[in-house]
């Protein structure tokens, strides 16, 4: 079994490489073959004994889909995006990254294809961003599409164009809708759904951290491991009855900040709360209003698909995978 | 008033062309230029007095785009697309023609727009067939989009371009979602809806025509003069009240084939519907089967969007606008 990751240096994609090659098989098949892609060095979990081509490249670039795909990988994984805020800032750089850089990578499938039926299957990592407000709670699965970002507008068409290339039978795609991953280790990015997990992270490590909006924001979520799942999940399953829809809605949990926060105090006690700092952000709170607040994921839990059960879980991920297991 | 039509010298640009200067003004504003843009010469109303420039082009071709945004018109109209049938064989030409020539557009105007605040309406002819099965009956405004043919994905990407576009202040656009055109005026185009115009148009001129699909089939219908009227329509009208929602699906007729049938008898007599062979055809049935049987379209009616009332209304509209008023 041949992996290829486009993003693997990003905080899932050197998650989703460790653990396939810890658990050593997907689907069933050993793991014998590596790409790992990403525009900084992607980093080659130690412990793997297969091949790997470990590079530095932008897939949107000329040539670089040609190269991942001209390696045959069985199964790629396309999680290389660049997030909401960024891609507010510099729009072309977000649909160069976020749409371009996908279509590049299908249409170099559809090439392969043509020659021999060469068909991966492709996971894309796509997001909750692509539904916009007004929303209900929860959102169904077969909700509309309105998203009011450039980001979400480029996973949506990313969405699109993967249902139309699988149906055409060019790839066997599937998109999967991450919520917000909670708690992301290491440092802030520049995505406004930031405090989400700096106002557990910080405290869990004696830091303060800024709460910028209310404590009755309700919002959507899973950890990291949660997410590595998903992806492992949707690499290893039957995707016949999704039809023509190739875009799943990941489960999770809709929690508010407030209740958030009583998880942190459950967890790791009044100290820790005491660390969150409110400092009300006019511009976040306005993006954050027209986020999604829960979804039903349906198809998914059907599917097999499992996140956390609590947000105490959550923050206990956080502390095995990312604190040594202990505060 | 400066307009640009691209797609100019197909049925609908050819019609909206000429009721264009027919009217003289459109939102109030008296027309003084027109720019016509097809992949064939677009013919030039005769009685309009104002500047006129029509040329032969490709709007996915480089440059085509920056040549008309730099002519500054202030409405334009993007027609232009290849049917569903020839993107289904054509994957390529799809793409290029029905996105990528939209892109290019909406691309040329962002840059125009960063000189000077340059931002025209722009009016897109998008498609019901955004929508795929199942579907209810009467689909409503927000139905999800999940389109089972390439064409109907170019189209969907299309209007979430259009909205981002415009939520980010660079055009201020709108996609109409047109019924199927019925009566077609011409000869049979590669659609796999041509039957619905010809079982009327061919037994109206006395020659025979094809029926492939059952009496039962229901389907979504205006005429070319509804068509050309939502197009003036979404050129005049404030799109303040869509918010960030920039699609929307137009009024129309909702008619199984019987009922096409039966208003033919009533104005044309026992002896058109006598030259309507049955015929049917194993694949028209199969994608047939996938389309929408009728809307809603709350959002367009209140917008004040106008279709014909009756498929008897629908026939005459066809009799007056191509066949010289009378049988």
Redesign the interface.
């Known amino acids: 079994m041949h992996i290829a990751i486009i993003g693997a240096a990003g905080m899932i994609g050197r998650k989703l490489a460790a653990r396939l090659v810890a658990e050593r098989d997907v689907a069933g098949q050993a793991l014998s073959r590596l790409t790992l892609l990403d525009v900084v060095h992607p980093e080659v979990p130690e412990t793997f004994a297969g091949t790997v081509d470990a590079s530095i490249a932008d897939l949107s670039s000329p040539g670089v889909a040609a190269r991942i795909v001209a390696g045959r990988p069985d199964i790629i994984f396309h999680l290389a995006a660049i997030v909401s805020g960024e891609a507010e800032l510099d729009?072309e750089k977000g649909y160069r990254i976020n749409l371009d850089a996908a279509r590049a990578l299908f249409e170099a499938i559809?090439l392969e294809n043509a020659k021999d039926g060469y068909r991966p299957r492709v996971i894309f990592t796509s997001s909750i961003a692509v539904f916009?407000a007004p929303l209900p709670l929860p959102i169904p699965d077969?909700?509309?599409?309105?998203?009011?970002t450039?980001y979400g507008?480029q996973k949506?068409?990313t969405e699109?164009?993967l249902?139309?290339y699988s149906?055409?039978g060019f790839i066997d795609g599937i998109a999967i809708r991450l919520p917000t991953i909670c708690i992301r280790p290491g440092k802030p990015n520049r995505a406004a759904s930031g405090f989400f997990s700096s106002i557990l992270r910080e405290p869990l490590a004696g830091m303060e951290a800024v709460l910028p909006v209310p404590d009755t924001v309700r919002h959507w979520h899973a950890s990291p491991r949660a997410a590595v799942g998903f992806l492992i999940h949707a690499a290893s399953i039957d995707l016949g009855s999704l039809g023509?829809?190739r875009s799943l809605t990941m489960p999770g949990i809709s929690a508010t900040v407030g209740e958030q926060i009583e998880a942190l105090r459950r967890v790791a006690g009044e100290k820790a709360v005491s660390l969150i700092r409110r400092e009300p952000d006019e511009l976040i709170m306005r993006i954050v209003a027209g986020w999604p607040q829960g979804f039903e994921a349906k198809m998914a839990l059907a599917l097999g698909f499992t996140a956390e059960a609590s947000f105490d879980d959550i923050i206990r991920v956080h502390i095995e995978d990312e604190m040594g297991g202990s505060l």
């Open positions: 729009f559809r916009g077969d909700f509309h599409l309105t998203p009011l450039s507008t949506a068409i699109l164009l249902a139309d149906r055409r023509a829809g």
